[in-house]
């Protein structure tokens, strides 16, 4: 294709061309060629080439005064000082008479295209280095919404030139290495999608916190999605797993979450746009149906699978006509860059207090330093290296004072916003949507972020241990015993994705009830036997919904879900809920629904519960929400865990009490696990091994029943023991009765991430799965490695006929 040309339609042009019009145009020319038949909506439009641009330099030497310019930067002139001079010299100086030719005759053929005189489009810049796979110049340059007429239009891309030399602009490629004169602008001019009437937004078609790749990621909010991409707003975000895709049975959206939305932007009275407060009605209503969630994310699938890398895309919704529309299109250059094969983990080492302020969590870091609180940006000699940043949106002006934080809060904003962006590109941890950062933190008080405790950040008082490691995941063996995970945060259960796992060996459901549904399910069913206090509260929990039974089966499914998916399709035990009585108590409402027990640890709990009169209707929400993941969801790698099951006929009225919620051991592949924690279940293994498909043994428990010790006992901690024989020979005891029905036997504890010898004991014992908590798992992988070569090395060197010694656990030092 000639490169002479000033102005090419979108139709005309393909991820070839970034050198001719940039990378964000190229995308807009690629899928409007390649894409369109797969049904993937793009509004016309045009570009300006990097000729046009070349052209505009060499006019009256103007690339010869702005490398003048630039090379004062070398001599300690400040970038604000030289910036600002080069944009006044590009203002200054006509467009050239064919360019502007040439944009007049494209704009007016849209219109013609359109049947309107003078359409309303986004212009918008793109650099000819921009959104390569190795670095992104998104929101270094300026963008223009709508924009109407010929000469507003003009002004519009004169400015877009300038903004090549902004401040962000000009220290990006310092810091990228890339020559400043060799990085031309081309000007997109695009159909604006009339999403002030409904909204807009990002998809990601990876996890961006994580980097989990069978997700896509879509942020919205009402009116333009300059609001989402400037976090202004905390927009919605739904998750959308990739495999349940290919079904069209399936719904695969395994998690909502409904932002504040408190502003949008919609277009002022005489061109161009405005922030504007969003009703009250629109604060706690979703931005898209189900059926709009999925059609974005088939679209994003398809732009992903066309490019073959994970991409990062913007998309509209026009108020008028109900259409979605994709508006841009970049690689993801974040995640994308990060090798898979290095885990790389914070950890808090020392305890700390109440958090000061809590949002959502960029990156799984921690930094920590003095707060720097900011209204707007300032010189970088007045911000201290190490300082934590504090203010309440950023933009790019922001940038060069983001590099010198050791973290970055904010009032506002989400997990697409330029904060959360930015952070993520310079490896700062920054909690993002906290809603009133600087109104509690103080300027100059030491505080430490941490976005290492799954999705949820939190900023804490005071300058706090911690500890960094790397795990290199290719040098951890292979194991005929399976190394599973714990889980319990679903918001963290993407963060491990890297990790070899055989599966998740324990879910506990009672983390996302405390956490994600918030409220005792009886509560949900039976407002009338709560105070006004609770009532009121419940209420506004469940605002929007008119079955508040839903409610619970929703949150509770969309936690599971993620867990589920994070391991797709390896197993993932969960176990249904296990409060204690007092625990149950605590919950939200829960106070009328629970005896007060003089021992909770061994009242009403597990089983015992799910047939009662008490709890049944709360055990059915549960059991809807676990047949909602696995049928409608398809995550059928969810295996259903009951707990402290005492006796035989307990666990036939539990499984026909699921049976009656569609939850039938057998049908669609369902397994139902039971824990192993009581002596009953030893003794009479083979008869459980005849109700259920495996047994997990809850070392806690076992040793807690077995010896009769309290296990939160100050009093009785030293006889607290797994390692007593009377719990080992149980152990000793489960897994061959076990294994001889077929069952597999797992132990979900503690101890193996403690004690190497407790792991050698289980893997000669012949135990199939050890689950342990994540960060604990390349430990354990090398312990079970080591203890299954002792034992085979003991079995090659046994006397031929003999027996291989019984497992033994080394003796306490």
Same mark, same amino acid.
Not at 195 to 222: C, K, N, Q, R, Y
Not at 777 to 787: C, D, E, L
């Given at each position: 294709?000639?490169?002479?040309?000033?102005?090419?339609?979108?139709?005309?042009?393909?991820?070839?061309?970034?050198?001719?019009?940039?990378?964000?145009?190229?995308?807009?020319?690629?899928?409007? +060629?390649?894409?369109?038949?797969?049904?993937?909506?793009?509004?016309?439009?045009?570009?300006?080439?990097?000729?046009?641009?070349?052209?505009?330099?060499?006019?009256?030497?103007?690339?010869?005064?702005?490398?003048?310019?630039?090379?004062?930067?070398?001599?300690?002139?400040?970038?604000?000082?030289?910036?600002?001079?080069?944009?006044?010299?590009?203002?200054?100086?006509?467009?050239?008479?064919?360019?502007?030719?040439?944009?007049?005759?494209?704009?007016?053929?849209? +219109?013609?295209?359109?049947?309107?005189?003078?359409?309303?489009?986004?212009?918008?810049?793109?650099?000819?280095?921009?959104?390569?796979?190795?670095?992104?110049?998104?929101?270094?340059?300026?963008?223009?919404?709508?924009?109407?007429?010929?000469?507003?239009?003009?002004?519009?891309?004169?400015?877009?030139?300038?903004?090549?030399?902004?401040?962000?602009?000009?220290?990006?490629?310092?810091?990228?290495?890339?020559?400043?004169?060799?990085?031309?602008?081309?000007?997109?001019?695009?159909?604006?999608?009339?999403?002030?009437?409904?909204?807009?937004?990002?998809?990601?078609?990876?996890?961006?916190?994580?980097?989990?790749?069978?997700?896509?990621?879509?942020?919205?909010?009402?009116?333009?999605?300059?609001?989402?991409?400037?976090?202004?707003?905390?927009?919605?975000?739904?998750?959308?797993?990739?495999?349940?895709?290919?079904?069209?049975?399936?719904?695969?959206?395994?998690?909502?979450?409904?932002?504040?939305?408190?502003?949008?932007?919609?277009?002022?009275?005489?061109?161009?746009?405005?922030?504007?407060?969003?009703?009250?009605?629109?604060?706690?209503?979703?931005?898209?149906?189900?059926?709009?969630?999925?059609?974005?994310?088939?679209? +994003?699938?398809?732009?992903?699978?066309?490019?073959?890398?994970?991409?990062?895309?913007?998309?509209?919704?026009?108020?008028?006509?109900?259409?979605?529309?994709?508006?841009?299109?970049?690689?993801?250059?974040?995640?994308?860059?990060?090798?898979?094969?290095?885990?790389?983990?914070?950890?808090?080492?020392?305890?700390?207090?109440?958090?000061?302020?809590?949002?959502?969590?960029?990156?799984?870091?921690?930094?920590?330093?003095?707060?720097?609180?900011?209204?707007?940006?300032?010189?970088?000699?007045?911000?201290?290296?190490?300082?934590?940043?504090?203010?309440?949106?950023?933009?790019?002006?922001?940038?060069?004072?983001?590099?010198?934080?050791?973290?970055?809060?904010?009032?506002?904003?989400?997990?697409?916003?330029?904060?959360?962006?930015?952070?993520?590109?310079?490896?700062?941890?920054?909690?993002?949507?906290?809603?009133?950062?600087?109104?509690?933190?103080?300027?100059?008080?030491?505080?430490?972020?941490?976005?290492?405790?799954?999705?949820?950040?939190?900023?804490?008082?005071?300058?706090?241990?911690?500890?960094?490691?790397?795990?290199?995941?290719?040098?951890?063996?292979?194991?005929?015993?399976?190394?599973?995970?714990?889980?319990?945060?679903?918001?963290?259960?993407?963060?491990?994705?890297?990790?070899?796992?055989?599966?998740?060996?324990?879910?506990?459901?009672?983390?996302?009830?405390?956490?994600?549904?918030?409220? =005792?399910?009886?509560?949900?069913?039976?407002?009338?036997?709560?105070?006004?206090?609770?009532?009121?509260?419940?209420?506004?929990?469940?605002?929007?919904?008119?079955?508040?039974?839903?409610?619970?089966?929703?949150?509770?499914?969309?936690?599971?879900?993620?867990?589920?998916?994070?391991?797709?399709?390896?197993?993932?035990?969960?176990?249904?809920?296990?409060?204690?009585?007092?625990?149950?108590?605590?919950?939200?409402?829960?106070?009328?629904?629970?005896?007060?027990?003089?021992?909770?640890?061994?009242?009403?709990?597990?089983?015992?519960?799910?047939?009662?009169?008490?709890?049944?209707?709360?055990?059915?929400?549960?059991?809807?929400?676990?047949?909602?993941?696995?049928?409608?969801?398809?995550?059928?790698?969810?295996?259903?865990?009951?707990?402290?099951?005492?006796?035989?006929?307990?666990?036939?009225?539990?499984?026909?009490?699921?049976?009656?919620?569609?939850?039938?051991?057998?049908?669609?592949?369902?397994?139902?696990?039971?824990?192993?924690?009581?002596?009953?279940?030893?003794?009479?293994?083979?008869?459980?091994?005849?109700?259920?498909?495996?047994?997990?043994?809850?070392?806690?428990?076992?040793?807690?029943?077995?010896?009769?010790?309290?296990?939160?006992?100050?009093?009785?901690? =030293?006889?607290?023991?797994?390692?007593?024989?009377?719990?080992?020979?149980?152990?000793?005891?489960?897994?061959?009765?076990?294994?001889?029905?077929?069952?597999?036997?797992?132990?979900?504890?503690?101890?193996?991430?403690?004690?190497?010898?407790?792991?050698?004991?289980?893997?000669?014992?012949?135990?199939?799965?050890?689950?342990?908590?994540?960060?604990?798992?390349?430990?354990?992988?090398?312990?079970?490695?080591?203890?299954?070569?002792?034992?085979?090395?003991?079995?090659?060197?046994?006397?031929?006929?003999?027996?291989?010694?019984?497992?033994?656990?080394?003796?306490?030092?």
């Amino acid at each position: 294709m000639a490169t002479t040309r000033r102005v090419i339609p979108f139709a005309e042009l393909g991820r070839k061309d970034v050198g001719v019009v940039g990378g964000k145009n190229a995308s807009l020319g690629e899928m409007t +060629a390649h894409l369109a038949s797969a049904g993937v909506r793009v509004p016309s439009g045009f570009a300006t080439t990097a000729d046009a641009y070349a052209e505009l330099l060499d006019g009256h030497g103007l690339r010869g005064r702005i490398e003048e310019q630039l090379g004062r930067l070398t001599d300690g002139a400040a970038l604000d000082e030289v910036a600002e001079g080069i944009r006044a010299m590009i203002l200054a100086e006509p467009l050239p008479a064919d360019l502007r030719t040439e944009i007049v005759a494209a704009y007016e053929e849209l +219109a013609r295209d359109l049947g309107r005189e003078a359409p309303d489009v986004a212009v918008r810049s793109s650099a000819t280095a921009e959104d390569l796979p190795e670095a992104s110049f998104a929101g270094q340059q300026e963008t223009y919404l709508n924009v109407r007429g010929a000469a507003q239009l003009l002004e519009a891309c004169h400015r877009c030139y300038a903004s090549l030399f902004t401040d962000r602009a000009i220290d990006y490629r310092q810091r990228m290495g890339f020559d400043h004169l060799s990085v031309a602008l081309s000007i997109g001019v695009q159909v604006m999608v009339r999403s002030d009437l409904a909204g807009a937004g990002v998809m990601f078609t990876l996890d961006p916190e994580s980097g989990f790749p069978e997700v896509i990621v879509v942020s919205a909010a009402w009116g333009l999605g300059e609001t989402v991409v400037s976090g202004q707003v905390d927009p919605d975000e739904y998750t959308v797993f990739k495999p349940s895709m290919k079904d069209p049975a399936l719904d695969p959206i395994i998690d909502v979450r409904t932002g504040a939305k408190q502003r949008k932007a919609v277009y002022a009275e005489h061109g161009l746009t405005r922030t504007v407060d969003t009703a009250r009605e629109e604060r706690s209503q979703r931005v898209l149906t189900d059926a709009e969630v999925r059609a974005l994310a088939a679209w +994003a699938l398809k732009v992903e699978e066309h490019y073959g890398c994970p991409m990062d895309l913007e998309w509209a919704k026009d108020g008028l006509t109900g259409e979605l529309s994709i508006v841009q299109a970049r690689p993801e250059t974040v995640q994308s860059r990060r090798r898979p094969s290095t885990l790389r983990r914070c950890r808090l080492t020392a305890t700390p207090g109440e958090a000061l302020v809590g949002g959502i969590a960029v990156g799984e870091a921690i930094g920590r330093g003095p707060v720097v609180a900011l209204d707007a940006p300032v010189d970088l000699d007045r911000f201290p290296a190490g300082g934590v940043l504090v203010t309440g949106i950023t933009d790019p002006d922001w940038e060069p004072i983001m590099k010198r934080a050791s973290a970055i809060v904010t009032d506002h904003g989400g997990r697409t916003s330029h904060a959360a962006i930015v952070s993520r590109e310079l490896g700062v941890p920054a909690v993002v949507g906290t809603g009133r950062a600087t109104r509690v933190l103080r300027d100059g008080q030491d505080v430490t972020v941490s976005c290492a405790e799954g999705g949820h950040g939190q900023v804490y008082e005071g300058l706090l241990a911690y500890e960094e490691t790397e795990t290199d995941l290719t040098d951890l063996p292979d194991t005929r015993t399976r190394v599973m995970l714990n889980l319990a945060d679903p918001s963290a259960a993407f963060g491990w994705w890297r990790l070899p796992a055989d599966g998740v060996g324990l879910a506990r459901l009672e983390f996302i009830v405390a956490h994600q549904v918030k409220a =005792h399910p009886m509560a949900l069913l039976h407002p009338e036997r709560l105070d006004h206090a609770d009532r009121r509260a419940i209420e506004q929990l469940t605002h929007g919904y008119l079955d508040r039974g839903a409610y619970f089966v929703e949150r509770l499914a969309y936690g599971i879900a993620r867990i589920a998916a994070s391991r797709w399709p390896a197993p993932v035990v969960v176990r249904t809920s296990d409060f204690k009585t007092n625990e149950y108590a605590r919950l939200l409402g829960g106070r009328p629904f629970e005896p007060v027990e003089a021992n909770p640890m061994i009242g009403w709990r597990g089983a015992s519960r799910y047939y009662s009169d008490g709890y049944r209707e709360g055990f059915a929400l549960e059991c809807r929400a676990l047949r909602r993941v696995r049928e409608e969801m398809g995550l059928t790698n969810v295996i259903v865990m009951i707990p402290f099951c005492r006796t035989l006929e307990e666990a036939d009225r539990v499984l026909e009490v699921m049976a009656g919620q569609g939850l039938r051991r057998g049908e669609n592949g369902l397994k139902v696990y039971v824990m192993a924690e009581i002596p009953s279940n030893i003794i009479l293994a083979q008869d459980f091994a005849e109700r259920f498909d495996g047994f997990s043994i809850g070392s806690n428990d076992l040793t807690q029943l077995t010896l009769g010790v309290d296990r939160d006992s100050e009093a009785l901690a =030293h006889v607290f023991d797994e390692n007593n024989p009377a719990v080992t020979r149980s152990i000793q005891v489960l897994v061959p009765r076990a294994q001889s029905a077929g069952r597999t036997v797992g132990l979900c504890g503690q101890r193996p991430s403690d004690d190497p010898a407790f792991t050698e004991f289980l893997v000669k014992a012949g135990i199939d799965s050890i689950s342990v908590a994540p960060d604990s798992f390349a430990a354990v992988k090398q312990h079970v490695a080591a203890a299954e070569h002792k034992k085979d090395e003991e079995g090659r060197t046994a006397p031929s006929g003999a027996r291989t010694p019984q497992a033994e656990i080394a003796p306490r030092a």
